[in-house]
């Protein structure tokens, strides 16, 4: 049973436009979020995150929403950029330390931009 | 600073045979932990250890063992590989267990025969 949900395997976005990724998430013990990129043939790497005392964090053309009463995450990107192709991965954390610096991940979105 | 380091990129095995995935990091990050990812189903984690000499499992740790005999490496040993080993692995690190982001490794893929 995955604790942490991608549910679109692909996302293919013109150059310009908004590429919007959504994560689901059923364990309601979660109060920290990130997001990962990885292109082939490479580790995933950092990319933002939130906590769950915030709604919203941006960081450049990345945007992380979330919505702790649907148990959901999105991120933004605008305007995508052909070198923004690659798997996205959403992953979550609890705080409660006791359980070790884990992250649960979900299944990952592969976004292609097109020029 | 080569970060996180894993050896080897890639290695294919028979079924019932033993190898070590190894794994080194430079940045006396206290924290690593080992992950496989498969398709569909996103990074899970294996093992994980907050320390020399401390190691403990993650969500799939069967098939898989660890140790942690110094700060810098991290290996991960297959003592009998079975095709459902058949995954790629990352190595990841952090600061420490209050630190939430992971810098991971580049990647070992395994194929098991």
């Known amino acids: 049973d995955q604790q942490v949900k991608q549910n679109s395997p692909s996302l293919s976005v013109q150059e310009g436009r908004i590429s919007i990724l959504n994560c689901d998430y059923t364990?309601?013990?979660?109060?920290?979020f990130l997001w990962y990129k990885k292109y082939p043939a490479e580790g995933p790497t950092f990319l933002i995150s939130?906590?769950?005392?915030?709604d919203k964090n941006e960081d450049g053309r990345f945007t992380v929403f979330l919505n702790k009463s649907a148990k959901h995450l999105s991120l933004h990107i605008v305007p995508s950029q052909p070198g923004d192709s690659a798997v996205y991965f959403c992953?979550?954390?609890?705080?409660?330390?006791?359980?070790?610096?884990?992250?649960?991940f979900g299944g990952g979105t592969r976004v292609l931009v097109k020029p | 600073n080569a970060g996180v380091t894993q050896t080897p990129k890639f290695q294919v095995l028979k079924t019932g045979q033993s190898m070590t995935l190894q794994c080194a990091q430079d940045?006396?990050?206290?924290?690593m932990s080992w992950y496989r990812q498969d398709p569909g189903m996103g990074l899970r984690l294996i093992h994980y250890?907050?320390?020399?000499?401390?190691?403990d499992q993650g969500e799939v740790p069967n098939g898989y063992n660890v140790s942690r005999s110094t700060t810098e490496d991290f290996p991960l040993r297959l003592l009998s590989a079975a095709p459902s080993q058949t995954s790629v692995y990352f190595c990841?690190?952090?600061?420490?267990?209050?630190?939430?982001?992971?810098?991971f490794g580049a990647g070992s893929r395994l194929t098991v025969l």
């Open positions: 992953a979550a954390t609890t705080s409660i330390k006791a359980a070790g610096n884990k992250l649960t």
């Open positions: 250890s907050v320390g020399a000499g401390i190691t």
């Open positions: 364990n309601s013990m979660f109060d920290y």
């Open positions: 990841a690190s952090s600061l420490d267990m209050r630190a939430n982001v992971l810098t």
């Open positions: 940045m006396n990050h206290e924290y």
């Open positions: 939130i906590s769950s005392i915030k």
